[in-house]
């Protein structure tokens, strides 16, 4: 199958676990002689000559001669032999790679400095920090003994590696000859561990036209994936959940959706039907127009911002007070283990207000994120930490609506997003969002009576399912 056919139904961060090491080594590397000395030597690597051959041949005086030969002897480089002709020794020979090449002298050279290396298959990374943060994403284990024995393992990988870390660019060897030839290294110093950070790659989960899952992609960053590939697919096991189609069919009934299910094919989603009907969508004024992957995907996002900004247009005409703008998470596993999610929160909250001089308040962008309830540290501490420039706008809310499974970014009166988060962990290795855009206003009515309901809902008396501002919930210790 053409790989450009492919389409991404889901985007995840993992966060590999990389080591910084303060490296100290020796290398060798080849050096140019002078230039009497060099074409001293050159001349007798083509025939060993005596001293006045040599002396016609280069226009010597004696005492130039003699101070010439007097300092390639000493340096081991000349003798002379029994017939009284000068010759290269083993050691001068030891400086060509052929006949009429250029003489070079091994040079050892002490240098060092700071590297990076992953700690799955120990590919250098470089020798930049990453910058990254431990959240969002799905965090890959490695082995406690790899950790614990990383020194040893960066050593001996820097040794393995060490033509491609130069060749990369991530150790510069400086040399002042034109082609100082290649260095290899001669003794390997300390190695000292200073510090961890992750590394963040994202992985795009595809399937082709047909809706069958394809194979992961390598990562561009790393020479080697295959220990990476298998911490991936371990750590896509632990965050998925049981099917639960009969469940999103349910919600579909809830929301009176009759469209979103004819997508479906015998292994996900037809994705040429898709792809018409949300051609087709877009051309009936936005009344339904389906999508694949989360919400926050570059594609998806840029679908709904587009019809976001004709109903903000609307809104700013008729604006008496700022409606609230509601995103319910759902309860997956694998939603928001991007970057991408906090970003797109963040438009969300620029968009709110209007830009000139006199600013309006359009709407008051509330993002509820589902928790077990107000003990749950797990839940609430994520949250907390992957939403931290944003905490103001990000609520605690039970969850449980709708199962879960859906996700419904909602401006009532005039705009909703629904997703649905399909669960087939026999087939489809992460759960696969897929809903639509709506600006009709029974749609809107539906979704927004449904999402308000829950809101408002108490779980038991004096407890309800909205559990405030994400920032104010105290857990007790």
Known sequence: MNKELNVAYHEVDFLLPAHRFNIQFSYVTKKGLPFVREFVLRLIHISPMSPVEIATYFGLSKRELDEALTDLVEKGDLAFSESGKIELTSKSRGYFVGLGSTPMVSLLVESGGIFAFELASFNCLGRKRTN??????????????????????AKKKFQEQFHKIQEKGFWEHKSSEEKPGRPSIYTMGAVEKLGQEPMRLTCYLSIDPDGVPVERSDFDALDNSSIVQELITDAIVSSQKPMNLKQVAHAMAALEDDETKTLFNEYSINVPLLLDLQQS??????????????????????????????QLDAIEKTVDRAEEMLWIAPSDGYWGQSVRTASVFSELIDRSITKGKTSVKLYD?????????????????RWKQEFSEQNK????LVEGFLDG????????????VVSYHISKPESLPVSLPVGYVTTDKNRVEVVTKLVKDYLNGMISFNNPRNLGPLEKIEIKR
């Open 132 to 153: 990254e943060k431990w959240a969002p994403g799905l965090r890959l284990d490695v082995a406690n003994e790899t950790v614990a024995n990383s020194e040893q393992l």
């Open 365 to 381: 962008p509330k993002l509820y994120l589902p928790v077990r309830d107000s003990e749950d540290k797990q839940a609430i501490g």
């Open 281 to 310: 969508g877009k051309l009936n004024d936005g009344a339904w127009i389906p999508f694949l992957g989360p919400l926050y995907s570059q594609a998806n996002w840029q679908l709904i911002v587009d019809y976001l900004e004709i």
């Open 405 to 416: 499974n859906v996700e419904v970014l909602l401006l009532p009166g005039y705009m909703a």
């Open 393 to 396: 706008g990000v609520f605690g």
